[in-house]
């Protein structure tokens, strides 16, 4: 099977597992565990702020950020496919009483216009204030659309003005990096809160982890025990973030050139694969997953006509040019 339903299907290679089984671990919720601590100090030295936590999952990290930043009542902004509003199930409405509104976003490009067009700050007795905005770089449903650093200067200017927070899912911020050349601490700057996964491109198995300043990530250390994720021995998890820290962001780069080939070999609307993900649009994306499937190639359906192929560690080049094979006559007839 070639599996580019999504970059969270790697597995861990021999020497992660390696790494992993040799970490050195202590009772994290004592703040005991060394492999822990190193990969939050890392985390959080890469990306320019003053300390991380680490969590089980990326939806866990935004949601810790979005409550530190939103009061109950409060809304927050963003685009209408972003991860937060579109896949963590209404998590910031049931866990942090947030509501939220949207912009339409093609590919889930940044617009400065949008934001300023949906922003409702110290909205009075009748209407719900914004508190925060949320980026997402790079765009997971957006097709990995890489945010360009103007438009987040610009957005970032306009909350300061308002009095905004800013999050960062920066799900696949490393995707960001690698492409575009901008150092992570760049496109990490200006936000007070950023989350970043270790299990998508990067390989890890388990992991995300929230940055932030030294008072927030308190905050949200005490939010993540008191949500039941508060981890012990949790440095064989940690050993493997901090693996891929070393050796999977520079190779995200054949990622990339394997999607940018799937990409001109299915005929990808131009200029639409920037990172590792290739968005299609076909008049029926179940009959295509499902014949895909019975030839050994397994691709995301994410809606009537919207086909998600994702290039991670586990493919190589003979997997995508067989996967090109097998799509081809299937998309291109
Ligand atoms: C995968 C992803 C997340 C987090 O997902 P989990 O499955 O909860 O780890 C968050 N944001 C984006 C953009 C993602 O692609």
């Not at 703040?31 to 890469?46: H, K, M």
């Not at 995707?175 to 390989?203: I, M, P, Q, R, Y």
């Not at 694969?273 to 995301?300: C, W, Y």
């Amino acid at each position: 099977m070639v599996d580019l339903r999504s970059d969270t299907v790697t597995r861990p290679s021999q020497a992660m597992r390696q790494a992993m089984a040799e970490a050195e671990v202590g009772d994290d919720v004592y703040g005991d565990d060394p492999s822990v601590n190193a990969l939050e100090a890392e985390v959080a030295r890469l990306l320019g702020h003053q300390a991380g936590l680490f969590v089980p999952s990326g939806s866990l990290s935004n949601q810790l950020g979005l409550r530190l930043l939103v009061k109950p009542g409060q809304e927050l902004v963003c685009d209408d496919t972003a991860h937060v509003v579109r896949a963590e199930l209404g998590a910031a409405a049931v866990f942090s009483g947030i509501t939220t509104r949207t912009w339409h976003a093609e590919r889930g490009l940044l617009d400065p216009a949008d934001v300023a067009n949906r922003i409702t700050p110290n909205a009075g007795p009748y209407l719900v204030s914004t508190a925060a905005i949320a980026v997402e770089n790079t765009h997971n449903f957006g097709g990995g659309t890489v945010q360009p650093v103007k438009a987040i200067r610009e957005v970032q200017q306009l909350g300061r003005e308002h009095g905004l927070a800013l999050h960062l899912d920066g799900a696949r911020l490393w995707n960001a990096h690698v492409a575009s050349g901008t150092a992570l601490d760049e496109l990490a700057a200006g936000f007070d809160t950023v989350s970043v996964c270790l299990s998508k491109g990067l390989g890890a198995p388990v992991g995300s982890v929230l940055v932030s300043d030294a008072a927030r990530i308190a905050k949200a250390r005490i939010w993540r025990k008191r949500y039941g994720a508060g981890m012990r021995q949790a440095g064989i998890l940690a050993a493997a973030g901090s693996f891929a820290l070393q050796h999977n962001i520079k190779r995200l780069a054949d990622d990339h050139a394997r999607a940018a080939y799937l990409a001109g070999e299915l005929s990808a609307d131009p200029g639409t694969t920037e990172t590792n993900i290739v968005v299609l649009r076909v008049p029926d994306a179940a009959a295509v997953a499902a014949q895909a499937r019975e030839h050994g190639v397994l691709v995301s359906a994410l809606g009537p006509a919207f086909l998600r192929l994702v290039t991670h560690l586990d493919v190589d080049d003979a997997a995508v040019e067989r996967a090109a094979e097998v799509l081809r006559p299937l998309i291109l007839g």
